[in-house]
């Protein structure tokens, strides 16, 4: 299992998403306790994905925070 199909598998998991055909959990872990350079990379990723979560959750706060606009009757 190389690692560019693990770490699809990890970045699919930490979206939600099912991971790759023909790669399974099992794998995953067995890859990550082997493969140092996974376990940085997944953590990284995770990161990266939290504070992407973290933006997108401030965005929606910000852009939903506009309601009862008044609206000028031109
Ligand atoms: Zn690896």
Wanted: hydrophobic letters at 30%; glycine letters at 8%.
């Amino acid at each position: 299992m190389s690692c560019s199909r693990i770490r699809t598998a990890l970045s699919a998991r930490l979206d939600g998403e099912e991971p790759p055909p023909g790669v399974t959990e099992e794998q995953v872990a067995a890859h990550l306790e082997a493969c140092a350079a996974c376990r940085l990379w997944e953590a990284r990723a995770q990161r990266l994905t939290e504070h992407i979560a973290r933006l997108t959750e401030a965005d929606t706060t910000h852009g939903g925070g506009t309601p009862g606009r008044p609206r000028r009757p031109f």
